[in-house]
């Protein structure tokens, strides 16, 4: 299990920028589990282009908009992760417009490729890059966080990536190790915990 989960919360604030009076979680529907795919799952985030205008597109947008990251996993055709928003701020939706937007701006003017797509999108004047929506669920509390991290971590293996979570370096979970927040864990054994925790991925 997550060693900690306060504690666990309290490093991720560190990573996301140094909030070291952070003390305490709160879930007054401010932590978001998301899942983001690429336009018919095409399989290309992982890439060393994309990797860097998705990192430059969160920055970008965290500073007009703040959020924290508390988890996130990249993977080839998808990415999950969990936001914690400013208090009284529930507007993921904008923030994730405008990270997909400006995603989509840096990586076709680098030379990036899209693929063809159908006339209502065309007409909508969207590009070939993301999926039109995406999913997302209220973190309840902190047993549904540490479910939510622990799959966010887990999913390369369940997507047969990579045998051990250590070998999937595009993921907080390295960030977690560090930190001693996951102590020896049977992963296994959780994946039977995790059945239902994403409907339709």
């Known amino acids: 299990m997550l060693h900690n989960l306060k504690t666990c919360i309290y490093h991720c604030f560190l990573y996301n920028g140094g909030m070291t009076n952070y003390r305490r ?18 399989k290309f985030l992982t890439s060393n282009l994309a990797r860097r205008c998705l990192r430059q597109s969160f920055q970008a947008i965290r500073q007009k908009r703040h959020f924290d ?7 080839p055709d998808h990415l999950h992760c969990i936001w914690k928003l400013p208090d009284g701020d529930c507007d993921f939706s904008y923030r994730w417009s405008a990270i997909k937007s400006q995603f989509t701006r840096k990586f076709l003017g680098a030379k990036g490729s899209e ?63 560090h930190d001693g927040i996951y102590l020896q864990k049977d992963w296994e054994d959780l994946q039977k915990d995790f059945d239902g925790v994403l409907a339709g991925e």
């Open 25 to 42: 979680a709160k879930f007054e529907g401010s932590f978001y589990f998301f899942t983001v795919a690429t336009y018919k799952r095409r």
């Open 69 to 75: 990251i508390v988890a996130i996993c990249l993977l």
């Open 115 to 177: 693929i063809s797509q159908s006339i209502s999108r065309e007409k909508k004047r969207e590009r070939g890059i993301w999926q039109r929506r995406f999913w997302e669920h209220q973190i309840r509390d902190e047993k549904d966080l540490q479910k939510h991290v622990d799959y966010i971590h887990y999913n390369p293996v369940k997507h047969e990536l990579v045998k051990e979570l250590e070998d999937w370096p595009w993921s907080t979970y390295h960030k977690y190790v």
